[in-house]
Nanobody, 126 residues
Framework: QVRLGESGGGSAQAGGSLKLSCAAS????????MGWFRQAPGKEREGVAI????????YYADSVKGRFTISQDSAKDTIYLQMNNLKPDDTAMYYC???????????????????WGQGTHVTVSS
């Protein structure tokens, strides 16, 4: 079974930075769609950043382009989300996700992803 373990959430001031990590276990195939979705109070769950790990194709939500960077350490089956220039609107629960094919055409929908981490909360204050 694929299991995802997250770390790095917390609090930051606007303009600050946080780095999230997600370590995966049970990966069998060469390529997975891996990254993060988030959900803020009163809002729908949305894709934030996804990487197809085989060729490192990346997809970002328009709201985070230029501020967030997704990367991987393939030897450790770990992905990272470097979040810079944080804004209060980034406040949300962030979920690590993985799937075999959900990002074939972009970020994909939340329902497309089979594997989810427990979530880690990010709070950005002004």
């Amino acid at each position: 079974q694929v299991r995802l373990g997250e770390s790095g959430g917390g609090s930051a001031q606007a303009g600050g930075s946080l780095k999230l990590s997600c370590a995966a276990s049970g990966l069998t195939y060469h390529g997975y769609c891996m990254g993060w979705f988030r959900q803020a109070p009163g809002k729908e769950r949305e894709g934030v950043a996804i990487m197809y790990t085989e060729d490192e194709t990346t997809y970002y939500a328009d709201s985070v382009k230029g501020r967030f960077t997704i990367s991987q350490d393939s030897a450790k089956d770990t992905i990272y989300l470097q979040m810079n220039n944080l804004k209060p609107d980034d406040t949300a629960m962030y979920y690590c996700v993985a799937d075999l094919a959900a990002c074939a055409y972009g970020l994909g929908m939340a329902g497309d992803y089979d594997y989810w981490g427990q979530g880690t909360h990010v709070t950005v204050s002004s």
